[in-house]
Each structure stands twice: as C-alpha cells, then as structure tokens.
C-alpha cells in the first residue's frame, strides 16, 4: 500500500495496514538537503527537492508546498522581511492595511501570475510530477484570522474584533475569497488535500471564533470538497474551547497542536473526526528521547482511537536528531488503526 492510498483510504474508512504518517517539515526539510531556508521558500525546486528527500529518508506519506504564511499577503502589496535562514516575516510596524480604507481599493491576486503564489503553484506540480500516486501532494493556504492578521497587524486585528467588527467581516470576506481562489489553484496544479494554517484563531475565544471564523472557515472546507479535494486544518496553539467548532466544520482532518488534550478531542469531536497530532514539538520531538516519542504516540493514539494520523503538534523543528522523526514514522508503521483491548 502506498502512502497516498494509505491516507486516502484511511480518511475514507476503508481498512489500512498501518497508520498514516503526516508531520509538518518545513525548515527540517530545507536542512536535509542542506539548503538555507531563504532558498526554500522563494524556489519551488529548492521546496520539492527538500520534501521528497525528507519524505523518502523517513518513510512520510505525502509532499506539502507549505513553507511560510507570508505568500498571500506578499502577493497583496505587504512589506514582507525576507531572511537568508529564517522563515519570511510580515513587518506589524507597516502593516499593509494600517490604513483600513485601503481595503476598498485591494484586489484578489492571480495565483497563475503572482510572484509568490504562483511559485507555490509550480511546486505543487512538480511534486505532483515528481511523486506520482506514491505520496499524497498537499497544497497549503492560510485560514481567515491568520490572513486578516498579516494584512491588518494582528493586534490591530484583535481591537478590531470589539471596534470595528463591520471592517472584520470585509476584511475576512476579502480574506476567503482569495484563498479559496488559492486553494482551487492547487487543487488545479494536482494537489489532493489542502492544508489551512489559521494560527490567530487560536487567539480569539469562542464566541468570536463562532461569530467571525468559524463560518469563513467552513466556506473553504466546502469549496475544496466541491472541487473535490480533501482539506486539513491546523490552527497553532490551545485550541481546547474551539475543538468542537473546529469539528462541526466538516474537516478531513484536524490537526491538534499539543495544548489539547487528545482524549478531550476525542470528546469534544466526536468519534468520526480524524484527528491528526499532537506531540509537543520541542519537549517530546525535538528533546526525545525516542522511548518518550514512543510512549506519547501510543497514548495519543489510544486516547483518539482508530480515527488517528500520526503527527507532531506542530512544525517539526529545525536540529531535531533523524532518529526521533524515525521512531514516530516507525511507530506509524507498526500499529493497525485499531485500539487493542485491556
């Protein structure tokens, strides 16, 4: 069974051998090809290099062109601070919307014909090419809150909620629309799933998230089913008093972060909602040892039953020793998506 027909029939409820195997690996990736992560972001070819590499050493069940939440937002007119090594970064002291008037006059990006976008365009493809039916190929956009904080400011964002909340829903309506054109691209380009980082949503409590996110959110988990593809959401963070919204939005997967407790996702989601996560990235990942990455797999794995990918809470981070990351992929390997009795 490949990976690619590992996670789809995993998510389709169909019997697999093993457990899928889906970390985050961005920087992680760059270094295994020994690339600087300047390079990584900016060259699809640099990208697509570092995720089969990484992909093929540790037994990882897809590809994915995320890299940096900056690529919207670049696209749009932000001031956006590249670094040689280091992920790219929106500048909060200019940020593109300081003036909120200035929304009236943005327009969406073309995916096909905007620096940034379109060369995570071309490494969908490329990976797409490259890995054939053998991994799956996610392509990756930013959620509603995350966006609307790289072009507001987020703690401009956050005093809006209770100051100007008529802006909040332009601004976040500009928001979906772009990123579902975004996300339709990707799919076009041959990815599968889509994966949506929203991170500030963690940010807000639950009667904004209800109110503001949520219902944005859902509209870009329909869109990416109508054009059928799958969708994964991942928002950073304690997410706890969110994970039942977060499930009634009809996700493919969930992606936990490690704040939640898995047994209460489990609760709070309901049985059915694959649930993907979620070890704590620097204490367990990065520190290990390998015998606690085990340990804290199979506890993550019994809490959340059959209905489990394995992964970490967030990013694999950079300097992580190869033999961790290849204990949780062994782990993956070893377990059938069933919980043993007493």
Known sequence: MTGRDCI???L???AVERLPFMPITMMFAADQIGQPYGRYVRDFRVLVEGQIATAERFGIDYVSAISDPAREAHDCGA???????QPPAVDEATPLLGDKDRLRTLRIPDPATSPRMSDRLEAVRHLREQVGRERLVEGWIEGPCAEAADLRGINHLMLDFFDDPEFVVDLLDFVTEMEISFALAQLQAGAELIGVGDAAASLVGPKIYREFIQPREKRMVEAVHAAGGRFRLHICGDTRA???MMAELGCDIV???YPVPMEQARKEAGRD???LGNLHPVETVL?????KIERELDECWRAAGPRYIVGAGCEIPRGTPPEHLAAMGT???RVQPTIPGP
């Open 273 to 275: 909602q694959m649930l």
């Open 8 to 10: 789809l029939n995993h």
């Open 287 to 291: 520190a290990g040892p390998v015998e």
């Open 79 to 85: 001031e956006i601070r590249f670094f040689d090594d």
């Open 331 to 333: 782990f993956a390997r």
């Open 12 to 14: 389709d409820g169909r």
């Open 255 to 257: 992606d936990l972060d």
């Open 242 to 244: 969110l994970v039942r």
